[in-house]
């Protein structure tokens, strides 16, 4: 079955412009988190959706949003963009289910890159 | 504040040597733990998960070990292959009904042949 899509895979955008992000999760899972990955943070919680309903929210600034639909595919923004929101951009998707063995499964990502 | 980190951020060994990786947390009341792989270019790959409930669990070629009393998680890897050169994440989970994962800096594990 397909694994978690995202697209695009390679973005250049300058200071001041927004982005839009897509995330397409494996057919069947609801919940879908974002996470920035940079060398400097690494790994960072940015926002859970779960049956188009945000969740849970990370500590970035209001800058940073996103948004589920009915077939639980989810887009993230990025608006006014700066210099320090270069990062690869991650998306998990997962059943929404604790039993062991059920995780989160992660898309290539996409490598924002900030001029 | 949440925190999970890792000993080490770099670990070489030789191919066919076991590998032990080392994850320090923080929140006590992190229930659910989790390791991933990370290839150059590529997303997190879930290797192994492990609930509080549990001291040991073991997969193929993996054997996650949980600590609750000194809040320690290791993560060995047996007979090292260099396809298991990668960087290493341990994450938790302590919201009950949130799939948030707070994650720790990695550690590179880098196999010799």
């Known amino acids: 079955k397909a694994g978690v899509t995202q697209t695009p895979r390679y973005l250049i955008k300058t200071r001041g412009q927004q982005v839009t992000l897509s995330c397409s999760p494996i057919?069947?899972?609801?919940?879908v988190s974002w996470y920035q990955q940079t060398p400097g943070q690494g790994l960072q919680f940015l926002f859970e959706?779960?049956?188009?309903?945000?969740?849970n929210k990370g500590n970035f600034p209001g800058r940073f949003s996103g948004r589920q639909f009915s077939n639980s595919r989810s887009e993230m923004n990025v608006s006014t963009l700066e210099l320090g929101d270069s990062a690869l951009y991650l998306c998990?998707?997962?059943?929404?289910?604790?039993?062991?063995?059920?995780?989160?499964?992660f898309g290539q990502g996409t490598r924002l890159t900030v001029v | 504040g949440e925190s999970v980190g890792l000993h080490l951020p770099t670990l070489s060994v030789q191919e066919g040597d076991n590998s032990i990786i080392n994850c320090a947390y923080s929140?006590?009341?992190?229930?659910?733990f989790i390791w991933y792989k990370q290839e150059s270019g590529k997303g997190p790959q879930f290797i192994i998960d492990?609930?509080?409930?549990?001291d040991k669990r073991q997969g193929q070629r993996v054997t996650v070990l949980l600590n609750k009393t000194v809040k320690h998680l290791s993560l060995q890897i047996a007979a090292t292959q260099p396809g298991d050169s990668a960087v290493y994440f341990c994450?938790?989970?302590?919201?009950?009904?949130?799939?948030?994962?707070?994650f720790g800096k990695g550690t590179k594990l880098t196999v010799n042949p």
């Open positions: 998990a998707s997962s059943l929404m289910n604790r039993g062991l063995g059920t995780e989160a499964f």
């Open positions: 057919s069947g899972h609801r919940s």
């Open positions: 959706y779960f049956s188009e309903t945000q969740r």
């Open positions: 929140n006590s009341a992190s229930d659910y």
């Open positions: 492990i609930r509080s409930n549990m």
């Open positions: 994450a938790e989970s302590s919201q009950g009904g949130s799939e948030k994962l707070v």
